[in-house]
């Protein structure tokens, strides 16, 4: 499986699959589902149960992932927003490290700060 890559420049490729294992909560960012999928592509998945969509992403500082909590379908039911309406976003990884590479493919990707 490959993700995204983020390199020292902010660029966003296709690179091999490292695994998110061992990531926790770092940060989070106010970002539209639609200015994710156009930076980083489809999520990488889901767990189905707190979480509707994942991206996995490695950065130069490590695996980084972004994904929604508890605010779904998934986990709320019909009470929950769809993917398309969330905007509160986690971003996980080993260390706080990985959140200005995160914000950095965003606002190139998008043209805006984030």
């Known amino acids: 499986m490959k993700i995204k890559t983020i390199d020292r420049d902010g660029n966003v490729t296709n690179q091999k ?8 909560f770092q940060g989070e960012i106010d970002v539209s589902y639609a200015e994710l999928v156009n930076t980083f592509g489809e999520p990488t998945g889901n767990d189905g149960y707190k979480i509707d969509a994942e991206w996995d992403i490695n950065t130069p500082d490590g695996i ?3 994904y ?4 779904g379908k ?5 009470e929950g927003l769809s993917i398309k309406e969330i905007r509160d ?3 996980g990884g080993k260390t ?4 200005p590479w ?3 493919a965003l606002e190139i990707s998008i043209g805006r700060k984030i």
């Open 17 to 24: 699959y490292y695994p998110a294992d061992g990531t926790s």
């Open 64 to 66: 980084a992932t972004i």
């Open 68 to 71: 929604n909590y508890k605010t």
């Open 74 to 78: 998934n986990y709320l039911g019909k």
């Open 89 to 91: 976003w986690h971003i």
């Open 96 to 99: 706080k490290d990985v959140i």
């Open 102 to 104: 995160i914000l950095l």
